[in-house]
Structure formats: structure tokens, C-alpha cells
Nanobody, 129 residues
Framework: DVQLQASGGGLVQAGGSLRLSCAAS????????IGWFRQAPGKEREGVAA????????NYRDSVKGRFTISSDNAKNTVFLQMDSLKPEDTAVYYC??????????????????????WGQGTLVTVSS
């Protein structure tokens, strides 16, 4: 079966850093994509960063550009999200997700949860002020 496991969350002060990991089993990232999403209490789930393994392109939401970096170790089926200069508004449960097929028009659909079929259980990131 296909499983995704997000880990690496925790408590950090504003301005600090955290590195999240997404470990996949049951499939390979090659030719597909991985997205990082987050959801804060009372808010909708939103895309944070995504990587398309078809061409290596990446997407970031505007609020994290220059602060977050998505990367991968494809041999280990692991994707990372390096989060620097964290802000209280980054507080949320972070999920990694994968589609079952390559995403067409990646830039348009990368942050659409409905395009992703496999989800991890999430890891909590709390940023204190």
C-alpha cells in the first residue's frame, strides 16, 4: 500500500528554523509530485510548497517565498521542507501529499488538495512570538 509520513514538527520561536520530512513507501517519486500543505485551526487547508519530479520545477506560496525550501532525496523517497525565519502565522499542522498520476499543468494545480490522492497524517508546527 501507499503511505506518506510527515515528521519534524515541533515548537520554535519566531525567527527560528525547522526541517520537515515526508517519507513515502509503496511508490516512487519519479515522474510524479509532492506537495506540502498546512491547516491552522478555523482556516482552510492551503498549499505551501510543491515539487514536480517530471521537470524539477517547484512552487511556493507568496508568504513563504525566500523562507521555505522544498527538496528531495529521490533514492530514499523522502521530501524535505526547510523552514527558516518562521513566523507565528506559520503555525499549523503540515501535511505532505502525493498524486496517483503526474499532474498536468503543475503550476495551476500544485496547490489544489483535490489533485492529491495520498496524504500523510501531518505534523504540528507551533511558532511562538
Amino acid at each position: 500500500d501507499v503511505q506518506l509520513q510527515a515528521s519534524g514538527g515541533g515548537l520554535v520561536q519566531a525567527g527560528g528554523s525547522l526541517r520537515l520530512s515526508c517519507a513515502a513507501s509503496g511508490f516512487s517519486f519519479g515522474g510524479l509530485a509532492i506537495g506540502w500543505f498546512r491547516q491552522a485551526p478555523g482556516k482552510e487547508r492551503e498549499g505551501v510548497a510543491a515539487i514536480n519530479f517530471y521537470d524539477g520545477s517547484t512552487n511556493y506560496r507568496d508568504s513563504v517565498k525566500g523562507r521555505f525550501t522544498i527538496s528531495s532525496d529521490n533514492a530514499k523517497n523522502t521530501v524535505f521542507l526547510q523552514m527558516d525565519s518562521l513566523k507565528p502565522e506559520d503555525t499549523a499542522v503540515y501535511y505532505c501529499a502525493a498524486p496517483s498520476r503526474p499532474l498536468l499543468l503543475f503550476n495551476l494545480w500544485a496547490f489544489s488538495p483535490s489533485k492529491y490522492d495520498y496524504w500523510g497524517q501531518g505534523t504540528l508546527v507551533t511558532v511562538s512570538s
